[in-house]
């Protein structure tokens, strides 16, 4: 009789990828009001929060997406601080 191995885990790595990734994007949002008036930080603040709701809700149907949304979140944050520099000069 052959000696049985345990068997490697089979949880993917993706959620908690993305999990991270969101986590380090608080701190950009969270950090926000520094270069936005405060009405814009807290609609910034209240978009991280619904992505992190929808990443939850991701988790167990969709785990390959969530670092994908994570990279959205950020690519979000520096879109809307850059535009609003721009267009409606932010942090001048």
């Given at each position: 009789m ?6 490697r885990?089979?949880t ?6 993305g999990?991270?990734g ?16 405060w009405w814009?930080?807290?609609g ?10 929808l990443?939850?809700a ?5 785990p ?11 690519v ?17």
């Amino acid at each position: 009789m052959a000696k049985s191995h345990p068997r490697r885990n089979d949880t993917p790595a993706a959620p908690f990828i993305g999990m991270a990734g969101m986590s380090c994007a608080f701190f950009l949002y969270a950090a926000s009001g520094l270069l936005t008036p405060w009405w814009a930080a807290v609609g910034l603040m209240l978009v991280w929060a619904v992505l992190l709701f929808l990443a939850t809700a991701w988790w167990t149907p969709r785990p390959h997406w969530l670092p994908y949304l994570a990279v959205f979140t950020v690519v979000f944050w520096f879109a809307t601080v850059n535009a609003g520099a721009y267009w409606l000069g932010w942090g001048t």
